[in-house]
């Protein structure tokens, strides 16, 4: 059991993520070859998106294979048994069957332990379904329901769009979170804002195809807008539990991880939570020395008027430039390299932090994380690091390999891209199908699929795991 028999007898505290494991496809295109190849303007999508490359599958890889490649990984690096695991909760957007679940399909990988007694199932809504199920995880350790093992977060999805403009905005990827007491990384659950609403800015009402219906423009008004919401309310919920500390702003957190479309927008999201400082502000200092320098224009602004209001958003992002690279540009790793992993953007993000900074730099400071899924579902938390440094380095470890992970995939031409988006698109949901991907380009342990019969039935194989390698 992964807790001892005194713990299962008290309050458990410090509820969070032990550890955590990142899946990337082990084929992606290059964004600056991509713009040439489209047509696009040079930077369109490198500057203008902030994107470098983007992940994608081919008809060997489904939303059931990145969630057991996965969780598998997880599995065998903390070398946990399968029997240790009481709850499993996937959140995921991806969606192959409208009635059985991913999380049953996970199962086949608790079949040896003889383990069925597993709770939680899948949780869906675009983007959100990660942190829902995180959220699921967290209060099932924390309640009386509690049985004293692990419970297990996996959020994944492949994102594809239909040929042009929002076709670069794409990726495919999966993590998987190992939750429990006493964590390295603990979620701070009386510090959080919430913020959810009906809309139609992102949404996919048909079922025979993987494209999503997509209003750009007001999916990122409805984010930036959640996103004020959301922040005052955690704001006021600070303010509430620390009354002898400063009011709050971006001063108190030491990192920020958002959800991640595209990099671009998560420079203007943080650029748009100082100006959620500068609206609060009695009395903001816009000169050359000031906290927020350049932001004259803000003045006189209602906040829900300056969403489209390109010159403000321009002095913000001036005015936080700083702050966005000290505080947020570590958790942009896998984004720019891999693209929206939609559910598990948010966690590749946080998986790219622990990759890019030190444990040492990480003991005792506190993250703030932001979760968008369209349609609408959000939320602004707080998370923090625990103060033991070993805990910390232990969680640390399991992104060392995140850089060589990436620096390993097979960067192919747009042709090939376009190939292997077509190929999915001819064999979605046409059974009976025999995938014709090449496997010998999977990373070992990758889980593939094999075969889907005449009643839509599922298989799949493992490329064998190189065991200098650790599954990667």
Request: proline fraction near 4%; hydrophobic fraction near 35%.
């Amino acid at each position: 059991m992964p807790v001892n028999e005194k713990a299962k007898y008290s309050w458990p505290e410090r509820v969070g993520i032990l550890a955590m494991e990142l899946y990337v496809p082990s084929y992606c295109v290059d964004q600056t070859v991509l713009e040439t190849y489209d047509g696009a303007s040079a930077g369109k999508y490198t500057i203008g998106l902030g994107q470098t490359r983007m992940g994608f599958c081919d008809d060997r890889e489904d939303i059931n294979s990145l969630c057991m490649t996965v969780l598998q990984h997880l599995v065998e690096r903390n070398q946990i048994s399968y029997k240790d695991i009481g709850r499993l909760e996937v959140g995921t957007e991806t969606i192959i069957d409208k009635s059985k679940s991913v999380k049953t399909a996970l199962m086949q990988l608790f079949s040896g332990s003889g383990n069925h007694s597993v709770e939680g199932i899948d949780t869906t809504n675009a983007c959100y379904g990660g942190t829902a199920a995180l959220f699921n995880a967290v209060a099932w350790v924390e309640s009386s329901a509690w049985d004293g093992r692990y419970a297990v977060v996996v959020a994944g999805d492949i994102a594809v769009y239909a040929s042009g403009n929002a076709r670069p905005t794409g990726g495919a990827g999966a993590v998987a979170m190992l939750i429990g007491p006493n964590a390295p990384l603990y979620v701070e659950s009386n510090l959080k804002g919430v913020y959810m609403d009906h809309a139609y800015d992102f949404y996919k009402p048909n079922l025979s195809s993987e494209y999503p219906t997509v209003d750009g423009k007001l999916s990122i008004q409805l984010y930036l807008q959640a996103l004020d919401c959301c922040y005052q309310e955690l704001g006021a919920k600070y303010n509430a539990c620390y009354k002898e500390s400063d009011r709050f702003s971006l001063d108190c957190a030491d990192w920020f991880a958002f959800h991640s479309p595209f990099t671009k927008l998560v420079q203007k999201s943080l650029a748009r939570l100082l100006l959620n400082d500068f609206m609060a502000h009695p009395k903001p200092d816009t000169s050359e020395k000031g906290l927020f320098k350049g932001m004259d224009c803000c003045r006189g602004k209602r906040l829900e008027d300056t969403l489209l209001d390109k010159e403000i958003e321009k002095a913000c992002m001036k005015a936080s430039e700083e702050v966005f690279h000290k505080k947020t540009v570590p958790s942009l790793l896998v984004a720019k390299e891999v693209g929206n992993m939609y559910t598990a953007s948010l966690y590749g993000g946080i998986v790219s932090l622990l990759s890019q900074k030190p444990p040492e730099e990480l003991v005792g400071t506190r993250l703030v994380a932001f979760s968008y899924g369209s349609g609408l579902a959000s939320t602004l938390y707080a998370l923090k690091f625990s103060k033991d440094l070993s805990a910390v380095k232990k969680l640390s470890d399991n992104a060392v390999g995140v850089k060589n992970l990436l620096l390993k995939r097979t960067v192919v031409s747009p042709q090939d891209f376009e190939k292997a988006l077509k190929l999915r698109e001819e064999v979605h949901h046409i059974p009976p199908c025999t995938p014709t991907g090449d496997v010998t380009g999977l990373f070992p342990g990758t889980y593939y699929l094999t075969e889907i019969d005449d009643k839509y039935r599922r298989k799949y194989s493992r490329v064998p795991v190189d065991p200098f390698c650790n599954g990667k």
